[in-house]
C-alpha cells in the first residue's frame, strides 16, 4: 500500500520498473546492506482511476504495489491487516502509530526509521484545526490526527501506513496523504486517506481479487 501521490505524475502513473519496495529495512539509504531487509521489484503499479492528484485535492489518494515475487516473513517483516470488513471504528483520541524516513526538528530527512504514536481526532475538531486555506484537502474520504507530543508526518512520510491495534493485532487504516507546515497550524495536523472507505474497501477487494486470479493464471 502507498498514496497515489508517490507513483504518479500528475494523472499519470508510473511504470512498475520506475519503483521498487525495500522491506524490513532500518536505513533511508535504498542499496545500504542490511540483514532484515528484502529488495523486490514491482509487478504492477495500481491507481483508482479517478484519482486525479491536485485537480481534485488529492481526494482517493491510494495506490497499491503488486510485488513480483514472494517475500518471507521475518521478525523484521511482518504485515497488517486490512479491515475489509469494515468492523474497525475509530473514536476521537484513540492512538495509532505511523513509521517513517521523513523530514525531522533536526534534518531534512531521517537517515534511520522513526516511528511515532499519532491521535485520531473526529471530522469536527480536524474541520477546526486545518483551517480555511486547507480546508479543501479534507475530502470524503480523508481523516485527521496529530501527533503526540509535536511529533506529526512530513516531508518524506507521505504514503506510509497508520496503524491501530486490537487484541494485539495490527491494521492499517490510513495512509499519508496530505501534511501542512508547523507555522500554517496551531496544532499540527496530518491527513490521510482512510482505507476504511467503503470506496476504497470495494476498491481493495475488487483488486486483491483481479491480481490474485492474474497469479493464478500465469
Known amino acids: 500500500l502507498t498514496a497515489?501521490?508517490?507513483?504518479?505524475?500528475?494523472?499519470?502513473?508510473?511504470?512498475?520498473?520506475?519503483?521498487q519496495v525495500?522491506?524490513?529495512?532500518?536505513?533511508?539509504?535504498y542499496y545500504r546492506q542490511e540483514p532484515?531487509?528484502?529488495?523486490?521489484?514491482?509487478?504492477e503499479v495500481v491507481v483508482p482511476q479517478r484519482y486525479a492528484g491536485p485537480v481534485h485535492n488529492y481526494?482517493?489518494?491510494?495506490?497499491?504495489l503488486d510485488l513480483a515475487t514472494g517475500v518471507a516473513l521475518s521478525p523484521a517483516i511482518r504485515p497488517a491487516c486490512l479491515d475489509l470488513g469494515g468492523r474497525f471504528n475509530l473514536r476521537h483520541g484513540v492512538n495509532g502509530y505511523m513509521?517513517?524516513?521523513?523530514?525531522?526538528?533536526?534534518?531534512?530527512?531521517?537517515?534511520?526509521?522513526?516511528w511515532a504514536r499519532q491521535h485520531y481526532i473526529g471530522y469536527e475538531s480536524c474541520l477546526e484545526k486545518v483551517g480555511s486555506s486547507n480546508v479543501r484537502f479534507l475530502t470524503h474520504d480523508k481523516f485527521?490526527?496529530?501527533?503526540?507530543?509535536?511529533?506529526?508526518?512530513?516531508?518524506?512520510?507521505?504514503?506510509g501506513g497508520l496503524t491501530f491495534t486490537r487484541n494485539g493485532v495490527h491494521f492499517v487504516l490510513g495512509i499519508v496523504s496530505s501534511?501542512?507546515?508547523?507555522?500554517?497550524?496551531?496544532q499540527p495536523v496530518v491527513l490521510f486517506t482512510n482505507l476504511a472507505n467503503n470506496e476504497h474497501r470495494y476498491w481493495l477487494i475488487a483488486e486483491r481479487r483481479r491480481l490474485t486470479l492474474r497469479r493464478t493464471i500465469y
Open 59 to 64: 481526494d482517493l489518494d491510494v495506490a497499491l
Open 22 to 29: 525495500g522491506l524490513g529495512k532500518v536505513y533511508r539509504d
Open 4 to 19: 497515489a501521490h508517490c507513483v504518479t505524475n500528475g494523472r499519470s502513473k508510473i511504470g512498475p520498473e520506475e519503483v
Open 144 to 159: 485527521c490526527v496529530i501527533g503526540a507530543s509535536g511529533s506529526k508526518a512530513d516531508h518524506g512520510d507521505s504514503g
Open 99 to 114: 513509521a517513517g524516513w521523513g523530514k525531522t526538528e533536526i534534518a531534512s530527512a531521517s537517515e534511520e526509521l522513526q
Open 179 to 186: 501534511t501542512f507546515p508547523k507555522n500554517d497550524l496551531d
Open 36 to 43: 532484515t531487509a528484502a529488495l523486490v521489484k514491482v509487478r
